[in-house]
């Protein structure tokens, strides 16, 4: 399941996946410092640094599926 979309909030995403920092920083973004996290959804940030939200989706949703407890 893709919990993460292109409208999720930035600092929802680093708040429940800590590591999802790591992602970001791969591609450049330093979201984890910027204080407009709590502002902008993953879109925009990828939109606005010409990074690839696809790109950046998936590996924030394969981030996200790895760490969920298996059923």
């Given at each position: ?9 930035v600092?929802e ?8 920092a ?23 940030v ?6 690839s ?5 998936a ?11 298996e059923?």
């Amino acid at each position: 399941m893709a919990g993460i979309t292109r409208d999720t909030m930035v600092r929802e995403v680093l708040v429940s996946h800590p590591d999802a920092a790591d992602v970001f920083d791969r591609h450049g973004l330093a979201c984890a410092s910027c204080l407009a996290s709590g502002m902008d959804t993953v879109s925009a940030v990828a939109t606005m640094h010409d990074v690839s939200v696809e790109v950046l989706l998936a590996e924030l949703n394969q981030l996200s599926d790895s760490s969920e407890p298996e059923e």
